[in-house]
């Protein structure tokens, strides 16, 4: 590799929904960029979501800046047109994207940062993170869990009800995933779905847009020091897509709380009594995938960077997108993470100019 190639003012590491949307950005002030993807295609995190994830918005609110995702075959898109639609959105604005590259680490030299893939490296004046999140699934830790014998899998790794027919399984997690994985394993196996507090249904006409505009008049109201009395309605609350009214119609949307611990076929809930499992489905969210940027000193105890609007307060010229309200409201949305990369790539061009 020349070092015409490796060297630019941005590397993005990721090559999902804040990736491409960074990119239309920098594009559109000219600012030279290198996309590095560790994904042997377009798409990012919705490759690896399972076969039947429908949005829970309509394609006009999921859409990247640009360029609006073209109607869909129904109301909410189905994992497989948002790829075709990042596929395509990539092409047409002829990104430069590298992958499959998985990048080790990125070092600090001087006013560059080196970014390190293997044996190969690229240097940039900027890093603009948009790793994500789908890469480190959260499990949480239950006595007796490494001996049960019977499949654990997390949502991440969730393709289809197919391995869970007849079965009896437990899906952990009150948000959309859970609802929508309990959906449809509950149409061929017997489900017991435990959340930690009562799941939050929103009513049957609320949809992602709602809770996008709901969002954005909460950060309003908070820029402006003002509390704003309007019904909750946070992105983790569960949308009633067809396949979730069709789960209530059938009675199966009930709850109950976690249960204590595992044995080796069954787990024990609070009353002491013991039931027989064949698997348990966590849809138990994810972590901030981050350790490309441990050689930087700058990922904290919690595993989160420090962050103002975005920026690493202790390295001056790395950026975070997309990893969720901590870098951005809603930036961990197709909808919502264009304001993210529009601002983050203002705050980048003025750090250029003046270095």
């Given at each position: 590799?020349?070092?015409?190639?490796?060297?630019?003012?941005?590397?993005?590491?990721?090559?999902?929904?804040?990736?491409?949307?960074?990119?239309?950005?920098?594009?559109?002030?000219?600012?030279?960029?290198?996309?590095?993807?560790d994904?042997?295609?377009?798409?990012?995190?919705?490759?690896?979501?399972?076969?039947?994830?429908?949005?829970?918005?309509?394609?006009?609110?999921?859409?990247?800046?640009?360029?609006?995702?073209?109607?869909?075959?129904?109301?909410?898109?189905?994992?497989?047109?948002?790829?075709?639609?990042?596929?395509?959105?990539?092409q047409?604005?002829?990104?430069?994207?590298?992958?499959?590259?998985?990048?080790?680490?990125?070092?600090?030299?001087?006013?560059?940062?080196?970014v390190?893939?293997g044996?190969?490296?690229?240097?940039?004046?900027?890093?603009?993170?948009?790793?994500?999140?789908?890469?480190?699934?959260?499990?949480?830790?239950?006595?007796?869990?490494?001996?049960?014998?019977?499949?654990?899998?997390?949502?991440?790794?969730?393709?289809?009800?197919?391995?869970?027919?007849?079965?009896?399984?437990?899906?952990?997690?009150?948000?959309?995933?859970?609802?929508?994985?309990?959906?449809?394993?509950?149409?061929?196996?017997?489900?017991?779905?435990?959340?930690?507090?009562?799941?939050q249904?929103?009513?049957?006409?609320?949809?992602?847009?709602?809770?996008?505009?709901?969002?954005?008049?909460?950060?309003?109201?908070?820029?402006?020091?003002?509390v704003?009395?309007?019904?909750?309605?946070?992105?983790?609350?569960?949308?009633?897509?067809?396949?979730?009214?069709?789960?209530?119609?059938?009675?199966?949307l009930?709850?109950?709380?976690p249960?204590?611990?595992?044995?080796?076929?069954?787990?024990?809930?609070?009353?002491?009594?013991?039931?027989?499992?064949?698997?348990?489905?966590?849809?138990?969210?994810f972590?901030?995938?981050?350790?490309?940027?441990?050689?930087?000193?700058?990922?904290?105890?919690?595993?989160?960077v420090?962050?103002?609007?975005?920026?690493?307060v202790?390295?001056?010229?790395?950026?975070?997108?997309?990893?969720?309200?901590?870098t951005?409201?809603a930036?961990?949305?197709?909808?919502?993470v264009?304001?993210?990369?529009?601002?983050?790539?203002?705050?980048?061009?003025?750090?250029?100019?003046?270095?």
């Amino acid at each position: 590799m020349n070092q015409k190639q490796t060297e630019t003012d941005v590397i993005i590491i990721g090559g999902g929904q804040a990736a491409l949307s960074t990119a239309y950005f920098l594009k559109r002030k000219k600012i030279p960029f290198i996309i590095l993807d560790d994904q042997d295609q377009a798409g990012g995190a919705w490759l690896h979501a399972w076969e039947s994830l429908r949005l829970f918005s309509p394609n006009t609110w999921s859409s990247l800046s640009g360029w609006m995702m073209p109607i869909t075959e129904q109301t909410y898109p189905t994992r497989n047109e948002v790829i075709q639609y990042l596929s395509a959105y990539e092409q047409r604005y002829q990104f430069s994207i590298v992958r499959p590259v998985h990048v080790d680490r990125v070092e600090s030299k001087g006013k560059y940062l080196d970014v390190y893939a293997g044996e190969k490296f690229w240097r940039a004046k900027v890093v603009v993170s948009a790793t994500g999140t789908w890469s480190k699934p959260f499990i949480p830790d239950y006595p007796g869990q490494e001996n049960f014998q019977g499949t654990q899998l997390h949502s991440a790794h969730y393709l289809n009800a197919d391995p869970f027919k007849d079965k009896k399984v437990i899906v952990v997690g009150g948000g959309n995933s859970g609802a929508q994985i309990l959906a449809e394993v509950s149409q061929v196996a017997e489900t017991i779905w435990v959340t930690k507090s009562p799941p939050q249904f929103l009513s049957d006409d609320v949809d992602g847009r709602v809770l996008f505009l709901r969002a954005t008049e909460r950060l309003k109201a908070q820029q402006e020091g003002k509390v704003i009395d309007q019904p909750v309605g946070g992105l983790g609350d569960i949308v009633m897509i067809d396949s979730v009214k069709e789960a209530r119609e059938r009675g199966v949307l009930h709850s109950r709380p976690p249960f204590q611990s595992f044995t080796i076929n069954s787990v024990i809930w609070p009353d002491g009594s013991e039931e027989h499992v064949d698997a348990v489905i966590w849809c138990t969210g994810f972590k901030a995938s981050l350790d490309h940027l441990r050689s930087l000193g700058a990922v904290e105890q919690d595993n989160s960077v420090e962050v103002k609007d975005g920026r690493s307060v202790k390295i001056a010229n790395l950026w975070l997108v997309g990893y969720g309200d901590w870098t951005g409201l809603a930036s961990a949305t197709l909808i919502g993470v264009s304001r993210t990369a529009r601002a983050t790539v203002d705050d980048v061009a003025d750090y250029l100019a003046n270095i």
